[in-house]
């Protein structure tokens, strides 16, 4: 993972174009760090999950990525909003489910696709969503 110019990018999300925004800056920060392209597409898809979640509940929030060089090698998304929160944490992370017409797979699927997962939500105070991936060195020279 040497040899890359930057270790964090932050996108705010607002819109629609923003969820692209961080998506890209997410997967070029994994391409710098050597991810495989499975897992480029993996985190990708994590952060456009999280991303549009903001965009579509909470109007305004932040999307921030990072290397990590401890305890091993991956990179950490922390998406912040100041949105309504979400009054049942455990039923937004069950597929299917879903308070607007969405087909409920947003939340859940992004915690499949990482390694790490963690939500903390207070019910008119926002929410932060949490992921790590982790750096696959098995199978790489």
Known sequence: MAGHLWTS???FAYADPDIVA???AARELAVRAGFSGADLTMLATAVSEVARNIVRFASTGEVTVELLDRPRPGIRVVARDTGP???DVGRALEDGYSTCQGLGLGLPGARRLMDEFNIVSEPGHGTTVSMTKWFDTKGRG
């Open 9 to 11: 990018v932050q996108a």
């Open 22 to 24: 961080a998506r890209s």
């Open 85 to 87: 929160g979400i009054a």
